[in-house]
């Protein structure tokens, strides 16, 4: 209903607009009637192929004091000034459309008026002293009405609008680093003049939905979208502008919406596998542990022979397998699990050189993670860990529980390097074996050449390969477990990038499963 009014409105003013400079092209004597003559021209088209808000509102702005002095010479200054005042309302009516996409200034304040805030005043007063140099009386009139009228609505947003539009109302929230999750924000609107607010965060991994929204209602809903590094603040501040109804000032504030407190990924692990322990003792219930879609290449389905636990009844359990002594103490129906293991070990190559805090809790939290993931599906794993220094760790084939203690032991003894070696991508050793091989079918000179150069730096991948601690872990490794076992790799490819990238490459032609984690 309001859009329908203000549609209305709009219409009947421009439409008054059109008739006054019809009227005032009539009634000014011929050499002076050109200016209304193009100035209805121009209104006209801007009515057919509607403009950018801003340059539709600075036309009206100066119909207002065209329209007042085409009039003057017939009617007098006082009397034109009364014909011209609709414009005033069809001004104030492209102020609240314009203020939907309000002309900020970037300035240091926390107060101050938008582009449009000081584009009209300026032209006001302008005109006011334009009027004073010509002693034109009508134009004095005219400028003074219109500084009046903008100085009011500045009175008015002045006093109405707070320094702070919107009160926050502030969460707890609780999170595992790197986890994503939405939260909803209530705002409180604390202006009755209406206007619009835009929010915009501060951080990378924090996202305002919707980020502008108009200050309509008492209460408005936000939804934050975070996923918080370690790193992440407790305290989350969010920077927020808000305009008036007609976009003539604007005000910056902060809002405080959530404490944040991040539980950092090893702790998190760490957490899962001292259950994992407490659960899996043996004759107790068998564990449930994280996720370990990312390791399914290291195993199939499996049917059990080998007893390793109890646990509570399901539908499609075999009745043999029924485990009456518990079922009679717990009262309840209780199976024995069994299991076997039909797939390949498992080789967990873990680098433990880090950079920073960060990436310490990523590695941290990859090597529990997936050593709970391999010991709850009975998986025999042994571990290799370096870091950019030497070998820390090698063993042989673990059981479950001996492989997740282990983990937690080597979880804890990350290195931070100030400066770790990076690289932009590691080397595609596939690729460079493809291009030998096409170069030395070659018969031009050239092309031999290029396969000496391509074999040279081969040549330096396998020989730095072999220099890097990666390298010994992993043969170490492999050497006490089943030569044939599938290799995990959890690293954050600093200094063992070019070694992983050959090892990788030559350990999946002998028919290893490389799996990056």
Same mark, same amino acid.
């Given at each position: 209903?309001?859009?329908f009014?203000?549609?209305?409105?709009?219409?009947?003013?421009?439409?008054?607009? #059109? %008739? @006054? $400079?019809?009227v005032?092209?009539?009634?000014? =004597?011929? !050499? &002076?009637s +050109?200016?209304?003559?193009?100035? *209805? /021209?121009?209104?006209?088209?801007?009515w057919?192929?509607?403009?950018?808000?801003?340059?539709?509102?600075l036309?009206?702005?100066?119909?207002?004091? #065209? %329209? @007042? $002095?085409?009039?003057?010479?017939?009617?007098? =200054?006082? !009397? &034109?000034? +009364?014909?011209?005042?609709?414009? *005033? /309302?069809?001004v104030?009516?492209?102020?609240?459309e314009?203020a939907?996409?309000?002309?900020?200034?970037?300035?240091?304040?926390?107060?101050?008026?938008?582009?449009?805030?000081?584009?009209?005043?300026?032209?006001?007063?302008?005109?006011?002293? +334009?009027?004073?140099?010509?002693?034109?009386?009508?134009?004095?009139?005219t400028?003074?009405?219109?500084?009046?009228?903008?100085?009011?609505?500045?009175v008015?947003?002045?006093r109405?609008l707070?320094?702070?539009p919107?009160?926050?109302?502030?969460?707890?929230?609780?999170?595992?680093?790197?986890?994503?999750?939405?939260?909803?924000?209530?705002?409180t609107?604390?202006?009755?003049?209406?206007?619009?607010v835009s929010?915009?965060?501060?951080?990378?991994?924090l996202?305002?939905?919707?980020?502008?929204?108009?200050?309509?209602?008492?209460i408005?809903?936000?939804?934050?979208?975070?996923?918080?590094p370690?790193?992440?603040?407790?305290l989350?501040?969010?920077?927020g502008?808000?305009?008036?109804?007609w976009?003539?000032?604007?005000v910056?504030?902060d809002?405080?919406?959530?404490?944040?407190?991040?539980?950092?990924?090893?702790?998190?692990?760490?957490?899962?596998?001292?259950?994992?322990?407490?659960?899996?003792?043996?004759?107790?219930?068998?564990?449930?542990?994280?996720?370990?879609?990312?390791l399914?290449?290291?195993?199939?389905?499996?049917?059990?022979?080998?007893?390793?636990g109890?646990?509570?009844?399901?539908?499609?359990?075999?009745?043999?397998n029924?485990?009456?002594?518990?079922s009679?103490r717990?009262?309840?129906?209780?199976?024995k699990?069994?299991?076997?293991?039909?797939g390949?070990?498992?080789?967990v190559?873990?680098?433990?050189?880090?950079?920073?805090?960060?990436?310490?809790?990523q590695?941290?939290?990859?090597?529990?993670?997936?050593a709970l993931?391999?010991?709850?599906?009975?998986?025999?794993?042994?571990?290799?860990?370096?870091?950019?220094?030497?070998?820390?760790?090698?063993?042989?084939?673990?059981?479950?529980?001996?492989?997740?203690v282990?983990?937690?032991?080597?979880?804890?003894?990350t290195?931070?390097?100030?400066?770790?070696?990076?690289?932009?991508?590691?080397?595609?050793?596939?690729?460079?074996?493809?291009?030998?091989?096409?170069?030395?079918?070659g018969?031009?000179?050239a092309?031999?050449?290029?396969?000496?150069?391509?074999?040279?730096?081969?040549?330096?991948?396998?020989?730095?390969?072999?220099?890097?601690?990666?390298?010994?872990?992993?043969?170490?490794?492999l050497?006490k477990?089943?030569?044939?076992?599938n290799?995990?790799?959890?690293?954050?490819?600093?200094?063992d990038?070019?070694?992983?990238?050959?090892?990788?490459?030559?350990?999946?032609?002998?028919?290893?499963?490389?799996?990056?984690?």
């Amino acid at each position: 209903m309001n859009s329908f009014r203000t549609w209305t409105a709009t219409l009947l003013l421009r439409t008054y607009a #059109a %008739i @006054a $400079l019809i009227v005032a092209a009539v009634f000014s =004597p011929a !050499v &002076s009637s +050109v200016a209304p003559i193009l100035l *209805l /021209a121009w209104h006209l088209y801007l009515w057919w192929r509607p403009p950018k808000p801003a340059l539709r509102l600075l036309t009206d702005f100066f119909l207002f004091f #065209a %329209i @007042a $002095l085409s009039l003057t010479t017939r009617l007098g =200054p006082f !009397v &034109s000034l +009364v014909v011209s005042l609709p414009m *005033l /309302a069809l001004v104030t009516l492209d102020l609240q459309e314009t203020a939907a996409s309000p002309m900020r200034l970037d300035t240091r304040f926390r107060r101050s008026p938008t582009r449009i805030g000081v584009a009209l005043p300026a032209m006001a007063v302008a005109a006011l002293g +334009v009027s004073w140099l010509l002693g034109s009386m009508a134009l004095l009139v005219t400028s003074a009405v219109a500084v009046a009228y903008l100085g009011v609505l500045m009175v008015v947003v002045l006093r109405r609008l707070p320094a702070k539009p919107v009160e926050e109302t502030q969460v707890h929230q609780r999170m595992v680093a790197g986890t994503r999750s939405e939260v909803e924000m209530r705002l409180t609107s604390r202006t009755t003049i209406g206007g619009r607010v835009s929010l915009e965060s501060p951080y990378p991994w924090l996202k305002v939905s919707p980020n502008s929204l108009p200050l309509k209602e008492k209460i408005l809903a936000v939804k934050i979208s975070l996923s918080p590094p370690l790193s992440g603040p407790s305290l989350i501040r969010i920077a927020g502008r808000a305009t008036d109804r007609w976009g003539l000032v604007q005000v910056r504030f902060d809002l405080e919406p959530m404490q944040l407190h991040v539980v950092p990924r090893a702790r998190y692990a760490a957490w899962l596998a001292r259950k994992y322990l407490a659960e899996s003792r043996p004759g107790g219930s068998l564990p449930i542990v994280s996720n370990v879609a990312t390791l399914k290449p290291l195993y199939g389905l499996r049917r059990g022979v080998e007893y390793y636990g109890s646990r509570p009844y399901e539908a499609g359990d075999s009745i043999k397998n029924i485990d009456w002594k518990h079922s009679w103490r717990y009262r309840e129906i209780i199976v024995k699990g069994f299991g076997e293991y039909h797939g390949q070990s498992a080789v967990v190559l873990a680098n433990l050189a880090v950079g920073n805090a960060e990436e310490a809790d990523q590695i941290a939290y990859k090597i529990i993670v997936t050593a709970l993931s391999l010991a709850g599906e009975s998986i025999p794993a042994a571990l290799a860990a370096y870091d950019h220094n030497e070998v820390r760790l090698t063993t042989s084939l673990l059981e479950p529980r001996q492989l997740v203690v282990q983990a937690l032991r080597l979880a804890m003894e990350t290195v931070t390097v100030s400066h770790p070696e990076r690289h932009l991508g590691p080397p595609n050793v596939a690729r460079l074996r493809a291009n030998i091989a096409r170069t030395r079918s070659g018969k031009s000179e050239a092309s031999l050449i290029l396969a000496r150069l391509l074999q040279i730096e081969y040549w330096n991948l396998r020989s730095s390969a072999r220099r890097n601690p990666a390298t010994s872990a992993l043969q170490s490794a492999l050497a006490k477990a089943d030569r044939q076992s599938n290799i995990v790799v959890i690293s954050q490819r600093n200094h063992d990038a070019e070694a992983l990238a050959f090892d990788t490459f030559s350990y999946a032609r002998k028919g290893h499963a490389v799996i990056s984690i």
